[in-house]
């Protein structure tokens, strides 16, 4: 294999979670505190989460206070304990495959370890990530810190050049450039043209689907 160890984003890298779940979220939290008000669709959502990011669109373009924020916070955590996201078609088999031939499986998210592990177990049984790096209260060990690779280092003896991470949005792109490993974009989640070109950028190499996923990481 060229990788030995693949670190995964979790959401829209390996779970369709922002049509699912996140989204419908926004439009709960719309309704509830911004009755009236207009709604983005779905394709600006990702737009607003690629830049300038999801808290700046929530506190700065539409203007939630603390206490709506710490209302829309319990709305988004009450659709995320409900909801199970689905896994990317064909990606629980590539998971197994690559475990099967050696590989380590990683996750690094912004999402927390246990919505993470459940995801796993109701979407993807019987493949358990060897590490899971979710939503740390500290920022120095979180994504876009490199911290979660450089443990991973630490605890397989791997190599940069050992580790491959696939990720949707720049803090994967980040903490991949800080620790020296390879890094390749997500494009299966979305069709936005603004976003692809960007991340066909800012990464070593674009993957469109999970079959060009397959072929990066088997040759």
């Known amino acids: 294999m060229k990788f ?68 829309e916070f319990l709305i988004w955590q009450d659709f995320n304990s409900k909801r199970n996201p689905p896994f990317y078609a064909g990606l629980p088999e590539l998971m197994e495959e690559f475990i099967h031939r ?20 109701m979407g993807a049984p019987g493949i358990t990530p060897e590490f899971i790096f979710g939503w740390d209260h500290n920022p120095e060990k979180r994504k876009p810190s490199p911290w979660p690779v450089f443990r991973i280092m630490e605890e397989t003896n791997l190599n940069p050049e050992d580790i491959l991470v696939v990720d949707d949005l720049k803090p994967g792109v980040q903490m991949a450039r800080a620790a020296g490993v390879s890094v ?36």
Not at 41 to 70: A, C, Q, R, S
Not at 102 to 121: D, F, L
Not at 202 to 214: E, G, M, Q, S, T
Request: glycine share 6%; proline share 5%.
């Open 102 to 121: 050696g590989g380590i499986i990683a996750v690094a998210s912004h999402s927390t370890e246990e919505h993470i592990r459940r995801h796993y177990q």
């Open 4 to 71: 030995k160890c693949l670190i995964l984003d979790h959401d829209d890298t390996a779970v369709d979670s922002t049509a699912s779940v996140h989204f419908p979220a926004h439009l709960e939290v719309m309704k509830k505190l911004r009755p009236g008000e207009p709604v983005i669709t779905l394709d600006t959502w990702f737009e607003k989460n690629f830049h300038p990011g999801i808290m700046v669109y929530l506190t700065e373009e539409i203007g939630l206070d603390e206490k709506e924020m710490e209302e």
């Open 184 to 219: 390749a974009a997500a494009g299966w989640g979305h069709s936005i043209p603004s976003i692809r070109k960007a991340m066909s950028e800012l990464c070593d190499v674009w993957l469109p689907d999970i079959k060009a996923l397959r072929d990066q990481l088997f040759g």
